[in-house]
């Protein structure tokens, strides 16, 4: 018999590589694309369309992009989760989504 030895693959080096164009995650350039879309529909027609379309765009780009700076992934949209939720949790409240099961249980090892 050959000794055959251990089989090895090529593997990229970055396997959970993050994705980014030009230092923005891509959720910071959909919110950013779409503001430029949005004001350039509202104000395109109008004599401060330079102003109001590519102003705030322009404006909205530089504070993500030092807003996030050092910060983690997702920082914005865990911010974000962050302040909507509730800062006071009972652990004595009602439970608004409990209902009561009417049925049997069927457990599937007890069953022949």
Known sequence: MEDEGLITTRVPRAL???SKLFGYELPD????F???AI?????????FRYILVWGTTLTLAL????AKKGRPDNYIQHLGEFLIKPAY???GGVDRLYRKFRGEIKNVSQEK
Request: no cysteine; charged share 10%; proline share 0%.
């Open 16 to 18: 959970e590589i993050k």
């Open 29 to 32: 350039l959909l919110l950013i």
């Open 34 to 36: 779409f503001n430029l």
């Open 39 to 47: 004001t350039n529909l509202i104000f395109g027609g109008t004599s």
């Open 63 to 66: 504070f993500l992009y030092f």
């Open 89 to 91: 949790f009972a652990a």
